[in-house]
């Protein structure tokens, strides 16, 4: 079984900054790929940001130039930095990750808030 537990969100101003951090409990050489979701009230789960085992990053045409995603292999942690944050960020973050276990799983956290504010 895998956890991730995440942390960091809360309320921001708008143009400010917030980071976002995933702790997952697997040696990370088992992980694919980790990433970050969101979820607005009333809309779908969107993708928010990649990246794979070998470092390459995706992330959604919304966050791009604002966002960065990385992590850090040593802590098993997987970071999402969010700058010049608008209120349309607001949503709860999920850490997402998909892992090789004999098998592909596929594993979420709990969520954490993000508001933004105007």
């Known amino acids: 079984q895998v956890q991730l537990v995440e942390s960091g969100g809360g309320l921001v101003q708008a143009g400010g900054s917030l980071r976002l951090s995933c702790a997952a409990s697997v040696r990370f050489f088992t992980i694919i790929e980790m990433a970050w979701y969101r979820q607005a009230p009333g809309k779908e789960r969107e993708l928010v940001a990649l990246i794979g085992r070998d470092d390459t990053t995706n992330y959604a045409d919304s966050v791009k130039g604002r966002f960065i995603i990385s992590r850090d292999n040593a802590k098993n942690t997987v970071y999402l930095q969010m700058n010049t944050v608008k209120p349309e960020d607001t949503a709860v973050y999920y850490c997402?990750?998909?892992?090789?276990?004999?098998?592909?799983?596929?594993?979420w956290g709990q969520g954490t808030q993000v508001t933004v504010s105007s």
């Open positions: 997402y990750a998909r892992v090789n276990q004999l098998r592909i799983n596929t594993y």
